[in-house]
């Protein structure tokens, strides 16, 4: 999925986890990530790989409000709360918005089991930064 100048995927750490964007825009983000390759080392989904998936959406979601007032965004505070543990599978990730300003986003990340069982419930703030030139 093209997401706009300065926002591909190839080499990122999404790329790396297996983070596929299924839908983009400012209201709405969503995205799967395998649990194998991501787990730690009793088997379970890590929550560090939670947290960076929350985070990614968050971050698309702010870059994709930011872009018309010319800003980039980048994040400031994440917090998760992980809830049940996943062995297999695909877990999906879907983001919304809890506030859109000119200066900081904030969203709420759901994160759901092949099951449509929530494992991780996360908010992720980012600050709009004047993008570098070259951006």
Known sequence: MDLGPGMGMEGTLLS????VVKEAAPERIVATMPVKG?????????????????ESL?????????????????????????HRAVRDGLVTGVATPIYLGRTTTSYEVV??????????????????IQAPPGS
Do not use: E, F, W
Request: hydrophobic share 40%.
């Open 16 to 19: 790396v986890m297996g983070i």
């Open 111 to 128: 994160i759901t089991d092949d099951r449509d069982k929530r494992v991780c419930t996360a908010r992720i703030t980012c600050q709009l």
């Open 58 to 82: 968050g971050s698309i979601g702010s870059a994709l409000h930011a872009a018309p007032y010319g800003k980039v965004a980048v994040g400031v505070d994440i917090n998760a709360t992980h």
């Open 38 to 54: 991501n787990t730690q080392p009793y088997g379970l989904l890590h929550g560090g790989a939670s947290c960076v998936l929350a």
